[in-house]
């Protein structure tokens, strides 16, 4: 899923050397970057204190390894939907520890927990239309990385984003949208890859929107600050519908 990370960002694996390259490329990270659920009943005896299934991801390598690993049970129908026992629900009544976010579309086909194939308290998601930051997005992912101290933030673009078209279509034909959906299209525009035409360019501009969104997020300067000292990853990613793969962008 991640498959190149020197002075890029980490990358989800590509289809050839998925291990080896991760391994390598994570080595470069610093650069870019489990409700009581029992039944109350009477003379029903305290449960005991549950404890974590494993150990949590707590670095941006780890992090990488967790969601190349979930994606690959994806895509080859082989899907453990992890930490949904009852020793997790409890846990997770104490707190949450997630060890990624992910930012992606609203596209129903885009579920972040299904594609990477994780369970409750894994991922801390926010979705927007084509990925478009605002304040409570960004303050969202703020909050997750400075006071949950998530240590991968992943900017999860898709093939066939009907925000990315839309925006676009308007672009080319001047037609305004309606209503907030301008708004969107506006914040995708700086993403146009104009030295392409039709699909090209859409297909094209998908990958651009991600790059774009990654980047302003990297600038951020409190998560610049943990990127610079290794505790951070911002990566930008995109999930193929035809195949499930997660690939970098």
Known sequence: ?????????????SATTRRSVLRAAVAGTAATTAVALAAPGA?????????PEEPRPSTPAQALLALNAGNRRWRTFREQHPH????VRRTLVDGQHPFAIVLGCIDSRVAPELVFDQGLGDLMTVRTAGEVLDEAVRGSIAYGVLELGIPLVVVLGHQSCGAVSAAVDADESGELL??????????????????????????STINA?????????????????????????VVGARYELNTQLVHQI
């Open 178 to 203: 309606p209503a907030h959906i301008q708004y969107l299209a506006d914040e995708i525009k700086p993403a146009i890859d104009r030295t392409k035409t039709g699909a090209a360019r859409k297909d």
């Open 84 to 87: 949904e026992t009852e020793v």
């Open 1 to 13: 899923m991640f498959t190149r990370l020197a002075k890029t960002p980490p990358v989800l694996h």
């Open 43 to 51: 003379g029903a005896a305290p449960a005991a204190r549950p404890r």
């Open 209 to 233: 929107n991600v790059s774009l969104i990654r980047g302003r997020l990297a600038a951020d300067p409190d998560l610049a600050a943990k990127i610079a000292d290794g505790s951070l990853a």
